[in-house]
């Protein structure tokens, strides 16, 4: 299977059984990519949440640092000021940085599809393969 990008959403939903998308994004597939900037949102959705779901996340990170098939690519000065100058190229959209990143980041390594339900992906042309069932609101 070729590999993915993994967004902020699918790592919360596979961290919470509860959420609409944790059947599905089971298995998904064995060669994931995603940014340190990524985990960075991903722990941040966290950060307020009850001790268990909270530990399950710091526990999840670095699972996903030691994982064969989860390639974590570093923040780099590089990759914030390409998330930078995408987000400057996009003054009406509503794009967060840390969306902006991994679009670029996507770009760098020619990856086309990403685990997500954010259609900022699809608008930048990529296919977002949990946006046709779900829809999260973001936060963080």
């Not at 998904?28 to 995603?34: I, K, W």
């Not at 949102?41 to 996903?64: D, H, I, Q, W």
Request: proline share 6%; glycine share 6%; net charge neutral.
């Amino acid at each position: 299977m070729k590999a993915v990008f993994a967004d902020t959403f699918y790592w919360i939903a596979l961290t919470l059984p509860g959420d609409a998308a944790y059947r599905r994004a089971h298995p998904v597939t064995d060669d994931v990519v995603t940014t340190e900037e990524v985990l960075t949102k991903y722990l941040t959705f966290f950060c307020a949440a009850p001790e268990y779901p909270r530990r399950r996340a710091a526990t999840n990170v670095g699972s996903m640092l030691t994982d064969t098939s989860v390639r974590v690519i570093p923040q780099t000065h590089a990759s914030f000021l390409g998330g930078l100058a995408l987000y400057r190229s996009r003054p009406d959209k509503g794009y967060s940085l840390t969306d902006c990143i991994p679009m670029e980041t996507m770009r760098t390594v020619g990856l086309t599809e990403a685990l997500t339900n954010d259609r900022h992906f699809e608008q930048e042309g990529f296919r977002a393969l949990f946006r046709d069932e779900y829809i999260v609101p973001c936060r963080g």
